[in-house]
């Protein structure tokens, strides 16, 4: 049976009809036309359909629709624009990060919620926070210049 | 501009554009009409055939001057674009920013290969070098004619074309040829693929006058990534489209023999298609295809586990019969001089079946509309989805158009090309387009596998240590059991699942080193794959294929010997190795490093937590790598953290340093995971390695703390590759540098900390 739920996403509100079971992932890109987040295991164990969830960064692909609430969903679309970007997004074109890019949605939306309540964390703590993500090019080196350029304009 | 006027032009072209005799002929009394007519030579508004003998196939100059390079390679990640927009930038003498490169879509490209051995830059790069600096040749002598200059008197600078010693005259490449087609056949060696060559008459640039090649120009498609404005392969919808899910047997070889298709109808559009082995669900919404492929009813036949217990798998490598065995280098006497050796020194090494494990499981869509067939797919090879996709529908190769979308990474042959032909199927079945995304479990589960490899060394030496004689040989599965690419049928889960035998390849390697030893035999053997149709075991190229695992034993062994005679690991490789680029690496890394001379291993350390370093080094296709690893152990948990390496890189002329740097990084922090952590585990039914947890990978808490790359730019030395090579002696280094650290020689990978915890116990 499908149910009809009200989603906020990136502040527009969007009326999606679909099984309350349904992981968000698939609202976002199927029902609502998102082309991010990403489908990478739907086991919550590699990142790439990380949104945020009220600023908390959730793994969209087991998160069921029921489960959303009215929670405030953002993605990295609403996360920053190229004219008023976020200062992970500045971050990442400077360091050139991505190879393939399929898996920045989690390292970004996860970091972005991570550097909003820690300024100005150590290495360590930037690993601990985003440990656990998935990046199969190899991109780790950039990865960590970039949190840690974010970190420092975010002061 | 019918045969005749063309045949009449050429002929005038070629009378007028001899030599000296152009200069005077046009500079005297050549009229406004016969010049026009020699620009028609070389342009024209209906473009040429896309052969590989066009120039037209390569470049164009577009209606607002901007450059169209058209490129049969693809980016998987590395910004080959870049590097192939730097390099046409240079030889035409027009800003980079004019250059766009368009890859792969087989609608505008030829086969050049697809992403392909490291060769974007070492052979596409070359084809399109020559490609533009013929058309910058063209484009003078065209303007030659209409300024009434000589051609030798013109230069080129932004794409204008300007008189040296009167800049009033100039003409624009895009007025001569803006908006319209080359007109130029090129001398192709009637190769495709990644041995095709097409150069015209022209003669490159000399590295001393480059401005954009050497510069390190950063990608512009990171942006668009980063705002979620690049589309993915994944992201591509097309009107009237429903989603596909493949369903896989729990025991490889099974197939299905009953299969209840009313089992899914509560799902909205849900259909089976089901022939032979390939079976797959398509619904109208992808959450319902995904619930429809597990709820989907299905009786399997009863098969025998095709495979041997996963502890057994070396012995088994071991004793199967060789399928194929070829010694690829060889001099002197081996057998001979092990017979007279005062000392031998043996050893054995093995590597595991290793996954692509890309980021995302394989996605394409395909749509088949009046007999044509369109194909977006995250392929590293285009042109050769385009032949399997073809083949698969029955359908002719041109009616075929293939889309190259950015996938979700890939190192290989993957799962891409398997996921088309799957797609095509479901499409043609059910009369719609159809994307398919596969489940994690079959992109890790189900991919062709990296071969699992045994590699034995042995090395004769005089009563003095001297070396006198060293063999290696290799007995493994084959490194292609489906080909590098989903050309044909019998290569793709489809074809196979239908009924199409595989045909596995026999193929694998030696170690790529100049090491000069009197007697020295290197070769390989062969074994049959454990299933011959659609196994979840199959092998194919995975990044570097079969160079880490080569090279992990080859290396290796090198350090072992240097420890058996008493000698510091890079003293005693300088002794025997030959090229002078590869003294240069070695030299390079153990400089920056701060290698200080000694023997391993260290004999200053107690305690659990140890350290080591570790050198290894490797050629390949031109292009040499040493690699100086530092390592921490703790020897109470096994658990090692890869800290440092050094790595001194030579590929000869740099394209872009910075995009080099980044590609290298990668290769490294890849090959630490594939050393440390990545083996495919299997019991007697299936691959029992399906996720990120069953399969791990180098998580960013383990992500070594520096990297530092030496670049060693040889401008006048054609460029070789940098997608792989890197990736080559990772495993030996740090194998190594735990050799140093501890004492303890590990010979298998990976050197989880399960393992190394016993191998020090």
Not at chain 2, 4 to 16: C, H, I, N
Request: hydrophobic share 40%; net charge neutral; charged share 20%.
């Amino acid at each position: 049976m499908t149910q009809k739920f009200n989603l906020t996403i990136d502040g527009k509100s969007h009326m999606v009809d679909a099984d309350p079971d349904m992981p968000l992932l698939y609202a976002l890109r199927d029902d609502v036309g998102l082309n991010n987040p990403h489908f990478g295991c739907g086991l919550a164990q590699c990142g790439a359909c990380t949104v945020q969830l009220d600023g908390q960064a959730i793994r969209s692909c087991v998160t069921p629709l029921s489960a959303v609430g009215n929670g405030k969903i953002t993605t990295l679309a609403g996360l920053g624009t190229p004219e008023k970007p976020h200062p992970l997004q500045t971050a990442y074109v400077e360091e050139q990060v991505p190879q393939c890019g399929y898996c920045i949605n989690g390292w970004i939306m996860t970091a972005a919620a991570f550097l909003a309540t820690k300024k100005k964390p150590s290495e360590a703590e930037i690993k601990d926070a985003l440990s656990g993500l998935k990046c199969r090019c190899g991109t780790h080196i950039s990865i960590l210049k970039a949190v840690k350029r974010a970190a420092t304009m975010m002061g | 501009m019918t045969k005749f006027e063309k045949t009449s032009s050429f002929s005038r072209r070629s009378v007028l554009l001899g030599g000296g005799a152009l200069v005077v002929s046009i500079g005297a009394a050549v009229s406004l009409e016969t010049v026009l007519d020699i620009g028609n030579a070389y342009a024209q508004g209906a473009k040429p055939p896309l052969t590989p003998d066009q120039l037209s196939s390569y470049i164009a100059v577009n209606a607002d001057g901007t450059v169209s390079a058209f490129f049969g390679k693809m980016d998987m990640g590395h910004g080959l674009h870049v590097a192939i927009g730097q390099i046409v930038a240079e030889e035409l003498d027009v800003p980079f920013k004019a250059v766009k490169v368009i890859m792969a879509d087989t609608a505008y490209t030829v086969n050049q290969g697809g992403a392909s051995g490291s060769t974007g830059i070492q052979l596409g790069g070359k084809q399109m070098r020559m490609a533009a600096a013929e058309a910058r040749r063209v484009l003078v002598e065209m303007a030659a004619g209409l300024l009434s200059v000589p051609a030798d008197k013109l230069a080129v600078a932004d794409g204008v074309v300007s008189a040296t010693d009167d800049k009033a005259k100039r003409i624009s490449y895009k007025e001569m040829i803006g908006g319209k087609y080359f007109n130029v056949t090129l001398d192709w060696n009637k190769q495709m693929g990644n041995a095709l060559y097409a150069p015209g008459k022209a003669q490159p640039k000399k590295p001393s006058e480059y401005k954009i090649v050497g510069q390190p120009i950063k990608r512009e498609d990171v942006a668009p990534k980063v705002f979620a404005i690049e589309d993915f392969v994944t992201d591509v919808k097309v009107p009237g489209m429903v989603h596909g899910r493949m369903i896989h047997p729990a025991i490889a070889g099974s197939l299905p023999v009953k299969v209840d298709e009313s089992s899914i109808r509560q799902y909205p559009g849900a259909r089976v298609v089901w022939d032979k082995g390939f079976l797959g669900v398509v619904a109208d919404k992808e959450w319902d295809a995904i619930q429809a492929a597990e709820k989907l009813k299905v009786e399997w036949s009863v098969v025998a586990p095709p495979f041997p217990d996963q502890a057994t798998l070396y012995d088994h490598i071991r004793k199967a019969p060789v399928r194929k065995a070829a010694v690829d280098i060889q001099n002197g006497n081996v057998d001979e001089a092990f017979k007279t050796a005062a000392k031998v020194i043996e050893a054995e090494y093995e590597w595991p079946f290793q996954s692509h494990a890309s980021m995302g499981p394989a996605c394409a869509l395909v749509e088949i509309k009046d007999g044509n067939v369109v194909c977006w797919s995250g392929t590293q090879k285009s042109h050769f989805v385009q032949q399997g996709v073809a083949a698969t529908l029955g359908v002719p190769v041109a009616n075929v158009r293939v889309i190259q979308k950015a996938g979700p990474g890939s190192y290989g042959r993957n799962d891409a090309d398997d996921c088309a032909s799957d797609a095509a199927v479901l499409a043609k079945a059910v009369g719609k387009p159809v994307r398919l995304q596969y489940m994690r479990d079959q992109g890790t589960g189900w991919d062709p596998k990296g071969p699992a490899s045994t590699h034995r060394a042995r090395i004769a030496l005089d009563a003095s240590g001297k070396v006198t004689a060293y063999e290696f040989t290799s007995k493994a599965f084959s490194r292609v059991d489906v080909d590098t690419n989903g050309s044909k049928p019998q290569d793709t889960l489809a074809g196979q699942a239908q009924g199409v035998a595989l045909k596995s390849g026999d193929g694998f390697g030696v170690p790529a080193e100049s090491y000069a030893f009197d007697n020295k035999r290197m070769g390989w053997e062969t074994i049959p794959p454990l299933l011959e149709r659609s196994s979840p075991l199959r092998t194919s190229h995975l990044r570097d294929p079969v160079g880490p695992q080569i090279h992990f034993a080859s290396e290796s062994f090198m350090d072992e010997v240097a420890a058996a005679v008493g000698a510091d690991p890079i003293e005693f490789r300088l002794r025997y190795v030959k090229e002078a680029r590869d003294v240069a690496v070695i030299k390079a890394a153990a400089e920056k490093s701060g290698w200080v001379t000694r023997t391993s291993p260290r004999k200053d350390q107690t305690g659990n937590k140890v350290s080591g370093r570790g050198i290894a080094y490797s050629q390949r296709n031109g292009t040499r790598v040493a690699i100086v690893a530092e390592v921490d152990i703790d020897r109470s948990t096994g658990k090692i953290f890869a800290r440092k390496f050094t790595v001194a890189h030579d590929c000869g002329q740099i394209i872009n340093p910075d995009g080099l740097v980044k590609c290298i990084e990668g290769n490294i922090v890849q090959g630490v995971s594939r050393t440390l952590w990545e083996e495919v585990t299997f019991d007697r039914k299936a691959v029992t390695s399906v996720d990120w947890i069953s399969y791990p990978i180098l998580d960013i808490t383990e992500t070594p703390g520096e990297v530092n790359v030496v670049l060693i730019d040889h401008p006048e030395i054609a460029p070789s590759g940098a997608g792989e090579p890197s990736i080559r002696p990772v495993a030996a280094a740090i194998a190594n540098a735990i050799f140093d650290a501890t004492g303890v020689r590990i010979r298998r990978v990976p050197f989880s900390p399960d393992r190394v915890k016993a191998a020090l116990s």
